[in-house]
């Protein structure tokens, strides 16, 4: 394709796709480069760093009106109802349960 022979509107249309193109390309290498360096702080990172999330993510939204949360209050109140009868620590042997104990060494004298 011989540029001397193009209009001056084919030329200028030739430069805004090549301009979108390296555009886009300038966009894939910023994320690709973010991608390598969150990959490397993976890798060969401090622990503290290795987990920290993307600060570009967003919050999720937990946020709950006072009815729910009355109404979650209430299914908790009602989870929680149970109480359970705690053991004593001394256990008390019943003699009659427990099998009698033989002895078949004799005890020096």
Do not use: C, W
């Amino acid at each position: 394709m011989a540029l001397e022979n193009l209009s001056k509107e084919q030329l200028i249309a030739l430069l805004q796709k090549k301009d979108a193109t390296i555009e886009k390309q300038d966009e894939k290498i910023i994320y690709l480069t973010s991608r390598v360096d969150l990959l490397e702080r993976l890798q060969f990172g401090q622990k503290r760093e290795r987990f920290q999330g993307d600060p570009a993510q967003g919050v999720l939204p937990f946020e709950t009106s006072a009815q729910e949360e009355a109404t979650q209050e209430e299914e908790i109140k009602e989870q929680i109802t149970y109480t359970r009868k705690k053991q004593s620590a001394h256990k008390v042997l019943d003699i009659n349960k427990t099998p009698p104990l033989i002895l078949n060494k004799r005890l020096p004298r």
